[in-house]
């Protein structure tokens, strides 16, 4: 893996990368609002569509983190909206213990966040990015499960 | 070959002296359990043990090494440097020799293994407590046995130990020495009795004679039916076995680049025989619990002409579920072939 | 304890004889001091195999799974919560098991054992209704059973059969039990301590996949870390890829668990690592008030959901 470029940036400062798994019927929809609305966000995000929350296995967040990835983001639709009824309400549950089992062992608080974004809040993705960068950045390069050689 | 005798408070010197040329391999106690690490400093050795807990051939035969890599910068390996294994049982030195006729042999030299043991002395200690779960001497070994060793040393009971050269290299670690002195006939008669002793410790003794033999006679029989119904199927027996030896080959990505490792596998678990067709030959753990067995009892002895097995009890200690392979070897002995 | 251990002889021996069951699966002595071992009984005549006492360790319920036809298993209270599980997500059906509960105040821990041998051999243990006799080479010490109970058994709230078919013996005493201490006391470890320790104890992991294998909660088959398309995690015992291997386990035992403490005495490298599950025991308690193996009505917790559950943490 490089080391992140990121435009119009100083290409020598350390910048966080973030893994965003979002939904397809609800978050991603609201990741393109905030594209089509020309909301600014920061680069430091890639997003990887899902078809429902419910589909995020933990495997995903354990790889993304081994893999080297500094933040993993996970957003789904508001409970009650789900495309397919109760695919985010099954992963809530499974959500609330990952997080509790990834900060017992010393996962970072922040390192791992997860959200409930709308197909109609472009505006509120562009904020959430925001702040997950700015906090995620906050904690500095992950190294919890990454395996130096 | 050269014979002396050394006081356990010279050993430290010994091996500090050695270790300028040599990279000092000894039992070091760690979270209550003994096993081989390469040591710094000489205080770290543990003497009082019975045998390790996991054997010695990760030494030779890592867990897991990287066959080799490739990534977008070059990748540096540094080179062995020679290792000295101090203290390793009799057993355990049997088993690297069972080991070569699999990595070292004439059509085949794994150099990986071949550079490890090649550049590696065997500095052995005899055992004067055997365990019950020994048996050592069914399998022709013993726990004064000299064979594959560079150097044996034993243990007098008097705060002595009495030291014997059985190669070349084993004498020159001697020669380096100037605290070891000479046995007297005295010593000779201690050491004698000593082994003496031990040798009766050894309480397990199994008929092998015909095993093979019987085994292919039973290979269908309703036997293993029963034998495997307790075994859970795990790794134990098999990575804390001196001889086992199967392994996985593995392509893994990661930051660096990519890597083929070698890693162990076991026959117990059910995805070894599992084809990319889905067909499984050995589907159940029946069929595994006869193949490990048939394997160290039957196969290696047809393809090698010696048992894959030296006696030294670990799996019989370390099973979950107190699998005991003696018994099976009794009852196999004793079972009737029954018509398939 | 003898009592019982007659008892439960009486009881297989006419379960087998009147054909209610197939098998027995319970305890009989091993071939290592000490050492008891599971034992399958199909014959009358065999049920003399059988023993009942202090050093009946193994959550013999894993064997369930691959069991057919009726099975008669002598179970300790934790055991029979894992069996409750195994009913209630479909893996056995109860009219195929034959619950032969036991009272268990607590089963030895042999590692505690081996810690007071340090390095000696064993060689006979002879036990009694409060102490455990260590007899080697020149060495003869007692020891109270009570101190080398297993942690598990200690913060067990389940001594008596939440279900059974039949019970040997009585019911027994059930003290309280208060919160965990050593997982508050983990707990409250700054995040890079703990993250050590537990890294700490990966690293020593040969992936035997024993603690697995013995789990009756773990019955995939073909379990996560075997899978090949895709390869999710490396098979090689990287600290890295141990470590999510034992938390991913508990994940999916989350809610599942019934703390037996099978996994932690099977580890041949002494790992320590059931503060994790202990860790996800607390949690779906408190998130979603539920215990694990207590009743055949409750739902499993991770697969269904209710409309307010919580989720403060969600942003």
Redesign the interface.
Known sequence: ?EESQVVNKDSSKWEPRIIAFLCNWCSYAGADLAGIGRLQYPPNVRIIRVPCSGRIN??FV??SL???VDGVLVSGCH??DCHYI?GN??A?????????????????KGRV????ISAAEGERFSQ?IK??TEEVGALGPNK?????? | MKEKIIKKEQIGSWLEGLGKDYEIWAPVKKKGLVHFHHIESTKEIHFDFLNSKKTPKDLFFPQSEVLFSFAKEEVETTPQKARIIFAIRPCDAKSLALLDQVFDSEDYQDPYYVQRREGTLLLGMACTHPQRSCFCTSVKGGPFEKAHLDLLMADLGDGRYFVEALTERGEDLMEKDDSLQDPQKEERGKLAKVKEEAEKKVKSKLAMEGLEKKLDEIFDSSFWDRVHQKCLGCGICTYLCSTCHCFALLDEKDKCGVQRVRSWDSCMFPEFTLEASGHNPRISNRERMRQRVMHKFNYFVKRYGETACVGCGRCIQNCPVNMDIREIIEEIENERPLPS | MQECEKELRKVAEKLLAEKKVDLIIGYEEGSLPIRTRPVFIQETGETSRLVWNSRCESNLCSYLKTIKGRVGIVAKGCDIRSIVGLVKEKQIKREDVFIIAVPCAGIIDRKKIEDILDGRELLEGVENDSQILLKGEGFEEKVDKDKLVHASCKSCGHRNPVLYDTLIGKEISQPEIGECSDLEEFASKPGDERWAYLNSEAAECIRCYACRNVCPACYCPQCFVDQSLPTWFGRTPHPSDSLIFHMIRTLHTAGRCVDCGACSRVCPMNIELRMLNKKAEKDVKELYHYEAGINLEELPPMATFKMDDPQEFIK
């Open positions: 893996m933990p495997y354990f790889k081994q893999q080297g409970p009650g109760s309400l099954v809530r549950r499974r959500f609330a213990v990952l997080k509790r089992i990834l900060e017992f062992a010393g996962v970072e966040q997860f959200t409930w959430v702040e997950v919890r499960f990454v395996k130096e050689n």
